[in-house]
């Protein structure tokens, strides 16, 4: 079943709350989810046991590159779905959960800097690809958007180095940054339009199952 791995090589961009915003919407639509936190600070983890609030998923948090692979493998058997969040910063754990993957999101904020780390992050994920001889599709996923000269810069930064972007990205919302202690997947509002373009485009790429629950799926 499919391995959505997180990663950038800059911190801070959106990987753990994309994490939590996938791992919770969709438990909610009935599939069994695994989020694997694979970065040491645990955020992802602690998020999952202390505050979230919502249909239940799986969470295990290993950060050893020596057990992760093996530990990813045996969770793809039984889930319907794995997510792997990853440290922000270049270790052998997040390159062992990005060689496991089937997908490689890769969040982005619309700085030069920010871009130039995803291009970076896109560019491992190709040389990974290569050495273990086999596709892994990357995607950038532009986060904390606004209506700005910027952003519409950052998407053509990221278009002019041929980086493979999703079409949906996430604006910068309060709602989303609330999730961290409120617990809540946004369940209405903008961010949840978002969410579900997000969802609705990865699932049109064939990255996700079918929803178990399609009242939830179509209320969704
Ligand atoms: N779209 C958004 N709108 C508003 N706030 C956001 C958005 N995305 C992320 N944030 C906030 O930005 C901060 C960093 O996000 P997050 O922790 O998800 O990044 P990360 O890539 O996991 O960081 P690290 O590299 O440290 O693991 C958090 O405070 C989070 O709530
Ligand atoms: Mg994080």
């Known amino acids: 079943m499919p391995v959505i791995t997180i990663a950038s090589s800059k911190g801070g961009p959106g990987k753990t709350t994309i994490a939590m915003l996938l791992a919770g919407s969709l438990a909610g639509l009935g599939l069994k989810v695994v989020a694997l936190d694979a970065d040491p600070t645990q955020a992802l983890s602690r998020w999952a046991a202390n505050i979230y609030e919502g249909p239940a998923f799986e969470v295990v948090s290993e950060a050893d590159e020596t057990r992760l692979a093996h530990l990813i493998d045996e969770k793809a058997r039984e889930a319907d779905i794995v997510l792997v969040d990853t440290a922000g910063f270049g270790n052998r754990a997040a390159a062992v959960a990005m060689t496991s993957a089937d997908l490689v999101l890769v969040p982005t904020l619309s700085g030069e800097a920010d871009v130039t780390e995803a291009e970076k992050t ?9 050495a273990a001889r086999r596709d892994i599709p990357a995607r950038v996923v532009m986060n904390r958007l606004r209506r700005t000269q910027l952003a519409r810069h950052a998407a053509n930064e990221i278009a002019n180095a041929g980086l493979p972007r999703l079409e949906n990205g ?9 999730i961290t202690y409120s617990g809540r997947i946004p369940p209405g509002g903008p961010a949840a339009v978002e ?5 609705a485009e990865l699932r049109e790429q064939g990255w996700l199952p079918e929803a178990r629950n399609p009242r939830t799926a179509v209320a969704s």
């Open 122 to 130: 896109i560019r491992l994920v190709e040389g990974l690809a290569r």
């Open 170 to 178: 996430l604006s910068d919302l309060v709602a989303y940054g609330e």
């Open 195 to 199: 969410i579900a373009g997000l969802l």
